[in-house]
């Protein structure tokens, strides 16, 4: 089951009770800003059922991971461990406040990229890639092969079909 949240929170009202609040010229930001959150959670929402199970974690934080994950060439491990550790993170990833408990299991990406398949990381891939285009001065060192065909997570996945049986 799905259910899509809201796509601009306010962040961290909780944490920053004192009138501090996160710079708006962070990277991270400003490459959400750019993000079409709106379509990626409606495509996402498309791998679930309407009405029966539990909750899945929302479309926001998967592809926030996802891409904090390809741009910053981590682990699955790594990715969850950078998103408690950094409200910039955080935010991009559309929580709200501050977690300061375990939000998700680094066990989840690896199972969201099996059940949302080629077609969806390469709809997020081909996202992140316009985003990135349209705003040059957005800095991240990542691990991203040069654009062929399918894209990033695609080869991915295409790969790691190749050692199943």
Not at 73 to 83: G, I
Not at 101 to 118: F, Q
Not at 132 to 155: H, M, V
Request: proline share 5%.
């Amino acid at each position: 089951m799905y259910r899509s949240e809201k796509f601009n929170p306010t962040l961290f009202g909780k944490l920053f009770h004192l009138g501090a609040k996160l710079a708006e010229s962070n990277r991270w930001l400003k490459l959400a800003e750019l993000l079409p959150w709106e379509k990626l959670d409606a495509e996402y929402g498309r791998y679930f059922s309407s009405g029966a199970g539990r909750p899945a974690k929302d479309a926001r934080l998967v592809c926030g991971l996802l891409v904090v994950k390809q741009l910053k060439a981590l682990s699955d491990e790594d990715a969850v461990a950078e998103f408690m550790e950094s409200p910039y993170i955080q935010a991009f990833c559309g929580l709200e406040y501050f977690a300061l408990e375990d939000v998700i299991n680094p066990g989840i990406l690896s199972e969201r990229r099996k059940r949302l398949g080629p077609d969806f990381l390469a709809l997020l891939d081909s996202e992140l890639a316009a985003a990135l285009k349209a705003a040059k001065d957005l800095k991240f060192r990542s691990a991203r092969p040069a654009a062929s065909g399918e894209g990033f997570w695609a080869d991915l996945l295409g790969r790691l079909r190749s050692f199943l049986p």
